[in-house]
């Protein structure tokens, strides 16, 4: 426990390191941001003014030492486009993407664990054959064009939900089901793969010559098995699932962190930028950790073997 | 030598000729009809009978052939500036197929040599290169490479060299489990002590023995490749206009949903055919070669 945490504490502290850094450097090299701030009809007085304002007149050792203390004391700057504080206003962002990821994931595991669990016991059968080509729908069908045939049918032709924006409950449905398809589809090919080889092995059979039924077979015995595989195809597909929800967020207009991005990215708002980057980043180490520790609640033998 | 290869050609096992089963059919037919979309994107100048870029302002928002007010002039309608949709819609696959296509070879070679390199030399060398490659797994790279296009400048070649940096890495962690099996084996021991170079060892006994699991996985990469650029296209950072792409073309129709929904959704179509397409290829081949990697 206490090494895992020690482990990831240092991950944090070098990914916050190594992807600031990077952006720093890119956006520098990228040519004079002050140009893009002060748009097309600048006068010289006014870029001048503008990049005595934001630093830009100093050697880039200078500004890469002032931008790593600002760093410490967690200060990116302000918004080039708003004038809000950059890192303010991405965490402001967060419960809405995080809503949208919770909503996701829920349906996802929803669906997949029954129907790949029922699956692999009804191997040949029409619902085997409907897993497999809703795994394979799901892992190809872009989300961007499931988003938008969702809401050609369901919004435009039937309307039955918003098309755009969070403001009523029932408005998550359709950017939640865009973005749980493509994890949907991983975890449900995983679950029947391992579910089918653990049919084979002998504690099913010892559980079922005790008289235990069915159902009690699988969600006591198998899924307890196929439990550690899937957390750690969470861990594997987030960057994936991070971008989903990039893209997803942008088809729903849905107000998160990865729209926030994105048109930060395409109005080149440097600092907002900076700080959603880093802040996706951090969310990524922190969910590795939650991987880890529920490894091991979920598989004792885990546990055993780091006290030794 | 000549006797050598007698002896060898008269050992070696029968069955292992191309047989075409029952249960090989529809990979097969995946196997063709993807080749067919890639050679017909490409030689789209040759039977084209419209220019996907020419505009008809008269003729815009025409509907498809199949609904009502359609025509057989515009097989697929037009767009909202009148451009044929079934010409952009072919010629839109040319940057997906080059995409996914260059990053999954360019990427397979890259990750294989260092996989092989890192399995084959152990020690210091492996620990660096396995390093890197958790380093960028545990990383939403996806996120980053929108950040780093943006900054750089969205081009063809952006978007290429990108995605290389980001696909590499399932290679290169295959490549260095499969040659440590390999190591284990007889004929790996049998080419050490008839005293092969490492170099000749890695390239004639190594590669081609774990290359099949590793062609599964191309597939996989160049179908991931092409939605990736596609996501990026509709996010507005992939290759800039007027070149068609399927995600710019979705992009644009998203604001004729109501009222010629074809324009975004046949570019969509099109892109997840052509994925479906790649995958079953691609699970045909696990299947063929090795029933226990399902990827």
Redesign the interface.
């Known amino acids: 426990m206490r090494k895992i945490l020690f482990a990831r504490g240092r ?1 944090l502290l070098l ?1 916050i390191l190594g ?1 600031s850094t ?2 720093f450097f ?2 520098r ?2 040519g004079d941001p002050v140009l893009v701030i002060a748009g097309p009809d600048a006068t010289e007085e006014q870029i001048a003014s503008l990049t005595e304002k934001f630093g830009f007149d100093q050697p880039v050792y200078v500004q890469y030492v002032r931008f790593l203390l600002n760093l410490v004391t967690l200060d990116f700057g302000r918004s080039f486009l708003t004038g809000e504080e950059a890192l303010g206003l991405v965490l402001s962002r967060i419960p809405a993407s995080s809503q949208l990821a919770i909503a996701a994931l829920s349906i996802a595991v929803v669906v997949a664990i029954p129907l790949g669990i029922s699956a692999a016991t009804h191997p040949g059968t029409i619902r085997a054959r409907f897993a497999q080509w809703l795994a ?2 799901g ?7 499931l988003g ?2 969702l ?2 049918v369901f919004a ?1 032709q039937i309307p039955l939900f918003p ?1 755009f924006g969070n403001e009523a409950a029932w408005s998550l449905v359709l950017p939640a089901i865009t973005l749980s398809s493509f994890i949907m589809a991983r975890q449900l ?1 995983l679950v029947q ?1 391992y579910a089918s080889e653990e049919m084979l092995a002998g504690y099913v059979r010892t559980a079922r010559s005790l008289g235990y039924g069915g159902f009690r077979v699988r969600y006591r015995h198998i899924l307890r098995n196929v439990l550690v595989p899937l957390v750690s195809l969470l ?2 597909e ?3 699932i ?2 989903g929800a ?2 997803t967020e ?1 088809v729903f207009a849905w107000p998160g962190l990865g729209r926030t ?2 048109a930060a ?2 109005a ?1 708002d440097y600092p907002v ?1 900076q700080a959603s ?1 880093l802040v ?2 951090v969310f ?2 922190l969910i ?1 950790l939650v991987v880890d520790l529920l490894y091991q609640r979920i598989d004792p033998r885990l546990r055993v073997k780091e006290s030794v | 030598m000549a006797t050598e290869l007698a002896a060898s050609t008269a050992t070696a096992p029968k069955e292992r000729r191309f047989v075409i089963r029952r249960r090989d059919i529809g990979g097969l037919i995946a196997a063709i009809l993807t080749a067919t979309a890639i050679i017909a994107s490409f030689t789209a100048d040759l039977w084209l009978p419209v220019d996907p870029n020419l505009q008809d302002l008269l003729g815009r928002l025409a509907p498809p052939f199949f609904l009502e007010g359609g025509s057989t002039v515009h097989v697929l309608g037009t767009d909202e500036l009148g451009r044929d949709l079934f010409a952009r819609t072919v010629v839109g696959g040319q940057v997906s197929f080059i995409v996914g296509l260059t990053v999954a070879t360019v990427a397979g070679v890259i990750g294989i040599a260092l996989g092989v390199l890192a399995g084959y030399r152990r020690g210091f060398m492996e620990t660096l290169i396995m390093r890197f490659v958790d380093v960028q797994t545990a990383f939403p790279f996806l996120v980053i490479a929108i950040a780093i296009v943006s900054i750089v400048g969205a081009s063809l070649r952006t978007i290429i060299v990108t995605l290389i940096i980001y696909q590499w890495v399932p290679f290169a962690r295959l490549a260095h489990a499969k040659t440590l099996t390999v190591k284990q084996l007889d004929y790996y021991r049998a080419a050490v002590a008839i005293g092969r170079k490492d170099l000749g060892i890695a390239l004639r006994h190594v590669v081609p023995n774990i290359l099949p699991p590793l062609l599964v996985i191309w597939t996989f990469i160049v179908a991931r490749s092409i939605l990736a650029e596609a996501a990026m296209s509709f996010l507005g950072l992939g290759v800039p206009p007027p070149t068609p792409t399927w995600g710019g073309m979705l992009s644009g129709g998203r604001g004729y949903l109501d009222s010629a929904w074809w324009i975004p959704i046949i570019p969509g179509v099109a892109v997840t055919l052509v994925v479906i397409g790649v995958n079953v290829v691609g699970d045909w081949l696990s299947k063929r070669w090795d029933p226990r990697a399902s990827y």
């Open positions: 991950q990914v992807l990077l952006v890119l956006i090299l990228s394979l729908a892992q190809s069908i872009p989300s961007f064009v938008i045939v809401i050609l435009v098309s090919r793969a861990g594997i987030l960057g994936t991070i971008g990039v893209v942008a991005m994105v990215v395409q080149r930028v980057v996706i980043g990524v180490v590795n």
